[in-house]
């Protein structure tokens, strides 16, 4: 049988083992046993913006508790079926998200787990998914009216660019909302650039291409 000097020279032991477990985890003693876990911070260092079929950037955060090894998480649903493991003990992880095709705000949620498997609970941020959208037509031979192939086809702003087909053909298929101007570029032709606004629907465009000493050309439509 264990004497009271005995019982109180274990119960030293044992709170010298909780403080030590304490300094590594980064809780207080108790938190090590029973405390329960946080919620970790999301943040989105590129912004919480993506286009359909896009992907944002996203950093979760365990704030420094040592207890926390990773994280787990999901987009549109509280299932938390994607995980992440943290950089080191209660740090951060980054991770580059699908957002999908659904458009809107999105909820994306989050929760720390550690070393134990434990779960905390869970913290949300929303996603802003915009649509996009087809912007496709033919280039043609304004003299012939036959499809010119591979002409480069130029929306602006992005520098977005498709190459025309055998037979003028040129499609983008995915197309953020906005205004964009479209020019084509072919040698010996000028072809006049047009302002559309992509918005709810997609677009369908003819680019008609001129020959240079037509009256249709100016110096600053020639494209050659």
């Known amino acids: 049988m264990f004497t009271i000097r005995g019982r109180r020279a274990l119960a030293t032991v044992a709170a010298a083992m909780l403080a030590g477990l304490s300094i590594l985890t980064g809780a207080t003693p108790a938190q090590a046993q029973h ?10 260092p590129d ?3 993506s286009v359909a079929g896009g992907t ?11 207890r926390v090894t990773g994280f787990r998480y999901s987009l549109g649903t509280t299932d938390l079926g994607l995980t992440a493991t943290a950089t080191e003990r209660g740090g951060t992880a980054t991770v580059t998200l699908g957002v999908g095709t659904i458009t809107g705000d999105r909820s994306l949620v989050a929760a720390v787990v550690d070393g134990h498997g434990r779960v905390g609970p869970m913290t949300q941020a929303a996603i802003h998914v915009t649509p996009t959208y087809q912007f496709t037509g033919r280039v043609l031979n304004a003299a012939t009216f036959l499809g010119v192939p591979d002409v480069v086809v130029t929306l602006e702003p992005g520098n977005l660019q498709a190459t025309t087909d055998a037979d003028g053909e040129y499609a983008f298929a995915a197309v953020p909302v906005g205004y964009y101007t479209v020019s084509a570029t072919a040698e010996g032709f000028c072809s006049p650039s047009q302002t559309f606004l992509i918005s709810g629907q997609g677009v369908e ?10 009256e249709v050309c100016s110096p600053a439509e020639v494209t050659s």
């Open 56 to 66: 944002v950037t996203v950093t979760f955060d365990a704030g420094g508790d040592r």
């Open 205 to 214: 465009y003819e680019i008609y291409l001129f020959a240079l000493d037509s």
């Open 35 to 44: 405390g329960p876990l946080g919620q970790p911070t999301i943040t989105f």
């Open 47 to 49: 912004g919480s913006e």
